[in-house]
């Protein structure tokens, strides 16, 4: 049983930084993905980031050399630090937890979004 909650969103100047923060409660599995998904308004979610436990990152294309995915396995803290933030970067960003067993994924686990706003 995990919870995820995520934090660090708000209203942010196009150009300027935002660091978003999920921390996971409970037992997680040590084979495991933390992955940042966005959804905008009237848009689908998609998978901006993704960290596995074993030092494997990913970015969508859309935020390649812009956003940087990073966790801290003893505090089950996964970070996005977002740099030279866009308008079109904002949307209610969520944390999801993916556990796998035997390189199969058992559980998925989300958080309730953070927003992240990027306008002057």
């Known amino acids: 049983q995990v919870q995820l909650m995520e934090s660090g969103g708000g209203l942010v100047q196009p150009g300027g930084p935002l660091r978003l923060s999920c921390v996971a409660s409970?037992?997680?599995?040590?084979?495991?993905?933390m992955r940042w998904y966005r959804q905008a308004p009237g848009k689908q979610r998609d998978l901006v980031a993704l960290?596995?436990?074993?030092?494997?990152?990913q970015y969508a294309d859309s935020v390649k050399g812009r956003f940087t995915i990073s966790r801290d396995n003893a505090k089950n803290t996964v970070y996005l630090q977002m740099n030279s933030l866009k308008p079109e970067d904002t949307a209610v960003y969520f944390c999801?937890?993916?556990?796998?067993?035997?390189?199969?994924?058992?559980?998925?686990?989300w958080g309730q979004g953070t927003q992240v706003t990027v306008s002057s």
């Open positions: 999801n937890l993916v556990e796998f067993k035997e390189n199969t994924p058992l559980v998925d686990y």
């Open positions: 960290s596995t436990s074993v030092g494997g990152t």
């Open positions: 409970g037992n997680i599995f040590a084979v495991n993905q």
